[in-house]
């Protein structure tokens, strides 16, 4: 088992022409399950062509109906990245993964606010995300492969970096992983913490979680009030930027203290409280997680 994605999702690649999309797309489908996995692309004015092997198709709902695809993901650069996702919206894809950093948050209002009016079965991971992997069966997305193992620990975190730090960690203790999810990190986006939590909730695969967060918002106190209450596998938890001053954006969009809100000691706090297990050192995440399991 695992959550979003193994190895019977068939993607599409919806910018598969640019030398972003072409570069991973070549990399997930070496990896693992790949070369079953990726089976379509999609670019307007290149249909009938292909990308090593891969067709090409002028439309997601093309694609999907030629491919039977119920995934893609997305390197459309940013200006239309947001009608992209609305394309597989409107294709009634399963899940649309869009890795594009630096779209515009009135594009990503509107695409939110549309999937809402329309009841959009799509689920939406990111924008300006690393993806999601299953080890050993197939991953959608910028992650490295190499540093995966298959396994029984999840995560999920707002930062590509720290994503791969964390599953890096696991798998040098030992520790395998079910799912890794990186939600991304801008302000308006798809799947968040509480939604990702449930899931790994639900997952007979999944037997912990590490939950990783950053600075802004109030997302992570959110899934922890709801870990409080529901989780029944135990998180650890690590909130990056508790030396950030306020105002200052740091890496990400959302990554930003305002109105005195989003600190990392305030969402630090609300974790211990409700049970998580956390830590301020980025170096000991998977030491940590280890510590919940015995």
């Avoid at 694609?63 to 200006?79: D, F, L, M, Q, W």
């Amino acid at each position: 088992m695992s959550i979003l994605i193994d190895k019977h999702t068939r993607v599409m690649t919806q910018g598969i022409t640019g030398k972003t999309g072409q570069f991973h797309t070549r990399a997930c489908r070496e990896y693992a399950n790949g070369a079953e996995c990726f089976v379509a692309g999609v670019h307007p004015k290149k249909a009938g062509q292909d990308f090593e092997g891969i067709p090409i198709f002028a439309s997601v709902r093309d694609a999907r109906e030629a491919t039977g695809a119920n995934v893609s993901v997305i390197y459309v650069p940013p200006a239309g990245a947001a009608a992209a996702i609305w394309e597989a919206a409107e294709a009634e894809l399963d899940l649309v993964i869009c890795i594009t950093e630096g779209i515009p948050v009135r594009d990503m209002i509107e695409v939110r606010d549309k999937m809402h009016r329309h009841n959009s079965k799509t689920v939406l991971l990111g924008p300006n995300c690393p993806g999601v992997i299953t080890p050993d069966e197939i991953k959608i997305g910028i992650m490295p492969g190499h540093i995966h193992r298959k396994g029984s620990v999840g995560v999920v975190s707002r930062s590509g970096t720290l994503t791969y730090e964390a599953v890096a960690q696991l798998t040098e203790l030992g520790l395998g992983q079910s799912t890794a999810v990186g939600i991304g990190g801008d302000p308006v986006n798809g799947l968040k913490h509480i939604d990702v939590l449930k899931m790994f909730n639900d997952d007979p695969a999944t037997e912990a979680v590490v939950m990783i967060g950053e600075i802004g918002g109030t997302d992570e106190e959110t899934a922890a009030l709801w870990a409080k209450d529901n989780m029944s596998k135990p998180v650890v938890g690590f909130i990056a930027g508790v030396t950030a001053p306020p105002g200052k954006r740091m890496g990400h969009a959302g990554a930003i203290i305002s109105g005195g809100k989003g600190t990392a000691e305030e969402k630090l706090a609300v974790m211990e409280e409700c049970g998580i297990s956390v830590t301020r050192d980025p170096s000991q995440m998977g030491k940590l997680l280890q510590t919940v399991l015995k």
